[in-house]
């Protein structure tokens, strides 16, 4: 009757697999930092799909194969000369967290069901509450920035009226963000349905921050279209470039309006965690919530995202939902169960996967991370521009490069074609990998320096590679 349960269950079958995977990525990660092999493989998706489709319909019992082929298709965050999206290579003992947090699968939206990582939970906000200077704050964790940001505006919104979740009705409103913003911004308008509209930009200066001096006319602008804005995000720092928003010049123009101040700090507010970057978030501090993602900057696999408010019990307003099976709704103040207050009802234990990094390794570990990445990223723009040959947008605030070559007398259609194409062979090679953003109408390459291992080798491959295009496209 229960054969194959049996079998899928055996915990000896569980421990002879468990120490051959760990083997294989083991080795995964010996050959990746030792960059042999390549970054990435590109491969059409119609291939893709039809290469697993075959793969699927094989008898099944072949776990090890299974999974060897997929590391062997995936791409390599550990390669150093991986300079892609910004996911982090983690930390491998968060990765074994990781394996203990999914095996025991305690969804912990209510404290009984995960009394330890709740706890875990609540000492990793509070922590990194008080490294962003928002002691008395408070906040939970979820399943990435985009999340994050829905949450956070939820929250403001609730709090502009109390009755916002519950009726849906409200007058209409607006956020207002840079021109630069990620889209999550964007989407959270369209999530709370307050359309195009709802989204107002505002444009950013040349170095790709927020002109801060024209926040009063947008404001008055919109407010005589009849929607009113009542929250500004802040980037810390923005997806493209890596450009931090003058976070005090945004503070003080919500403190005069009296609107929600939200920071996005999804990739950079990591800079909290290390000494010598932190006057990059000057005035976070007086944020009402922040969003910091552990996955980008903070060696955690993916994902795990921090929401924070300055008054902790923001987010219960917007999810006051009752929930009979779960908990009391009578009772108020509970910081314990979380789902009182988030998205998610069965929620991963993400904080056992943060908090191992933090006792393996000791804080001090996400300090040397950004330290390394972030004097790559300067290093990177040095030697591009010392090559004569290429330009950068914007000299480096973060890891974020964004740099195309010089092509004097190509029109921009043309550039902008030369570049897709650059981009395009050098993943095809797949020894780097890299991506591309738009900037003004123009196609820049872009490379983010997640890797603390990159080192100026590989930026002068990476360099030697585009400046020998004729050879790429
Ligand atoms: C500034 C910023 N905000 C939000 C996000 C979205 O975060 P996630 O991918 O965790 O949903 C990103 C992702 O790159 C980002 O760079």
Redesign the pocket.
């Known amino acids: 009757m229960k054969q194959i349960l049996e079998a899928a269950f055996d915990p000896e079958a569980f421990r002879y697999l468990g120490h051959r995977v760990v083997d294989l990525l083991t080795d995964h990660l010996l050959s990746a930092g030792a960059r042999e092999g390549n970054v990435v493989r590109a491969a059409e998706p119609e291939q893709e799909f039809q290469y697993w489709t075959a793969k699927m319909q094989e008898d099944p019992g072949t776990p090890f194969e299974f999974l060897s082929e997929f590391l062997k298709r995936a791409i390599s965050l550990h390669h150093p000369r991986y300079l892609g ?3 982090c290579p983690p930390v491998p003992v968060a990765a074994l967290a990781g394996l203990v947090s999914e095996l025991l699968n305690n969804g912990m939206a209510v404290y009984e069901m995960g009394p330890s990582a709740t706890a875990l939970e609540r000492w990793i906000i509070d922590r990194t509450a008080t490294l962003l200077g928002m002691p008395k704050g408070g906040g939970f964790l979820t ?7 829905t949450t956070a505006l939820l929250a403001a919104r609730a709090s502009q009226i109390r009755n916002a979740a519950e009726s849906g009705t409200e007058p209409k409103w607006a956020i207002m963000a840079s021109s630069e ?5 964007a989407r959270a308008a369209h999530v709370m349905g307050w359309g195009k509209e709802g989204f107002v930009t505002v444009p950013v200066d040349e170095r790709f921050k927020m002109r801060v001096d024209l926040l009063d006319e947008i404001f008055e602008r919109t407010v005589a279209t009849g929607r009113t804005p009542i929250v500004v995000v802040g ?5 493209s470039t890596g450009s931090y928003d003058d976070l005090n010049g945004i503070a003080d123009f919500c403190a005069r309006r009296g609107l929600w101040f939200h920071v ?5 507010a990591a800079v909290a965690f290390c000494p010598e970057l932190r006057s990059l978030l000057a005035g976070i501090e007086r944020a009402d919530s922040v ?1 910091l ?1 552990f ?2 900057l903070l060696l955690t696999p ?2 795990a ?1 921090a929401v924070i408010f300055k008054n902790a019990s923001c987010s219960s307003i917007a999810f006051e939902q009752q929930a009979q099976s779960l908990w009391d709704a009578s009772r108020q103040g509970e910081w314990y169960n979380v789902g009182r207050r988030s998205f998610e009802c069965t929620k991963l234990s993400m904080s056992l996967k943060i908090a191992a990094i933090w006792r393996a390794h000791g804080e001090e570990v996400f300090a040397e991370n950004l330290r390394c990445v972030h004097s790559n990223a300067s290093r990177f723009a040095e030697i591009l521009e010392e090559s004569g040959q290429c330009e950068i947008a914007v000299r480096p605030e973060s890891n974020i490069v964004c740099f195309r070559l010089k092509t004097p007398g190509m029109g921009i259609e043309e550039a902008n074609a030369l570049h897709r194409r650059i981009r395009a062979a050098i993943v095809c090679q797949g020894d780097f990998y890299i991506v591309q953003t738009i900037l003004l109408g123009q196609v820049w390459l872009r490379s983010a320096l997640m890797n603390p291992f990159t080192d100026e080798g590989d930026l002068r491959a990476l360099l030697n590679r585009v400046t020998a295009w004729n050879s790429l496209v």
């Open positions: 999206h910004q996911v399943s990435g920035g985009t999340l994050g940001m913003a990620h889209y999550c911004s980037s810390a720092c923005t997806t996005d700090g999804a990739h950079g969003v993602d996955h980008k993916a994902l995202t």
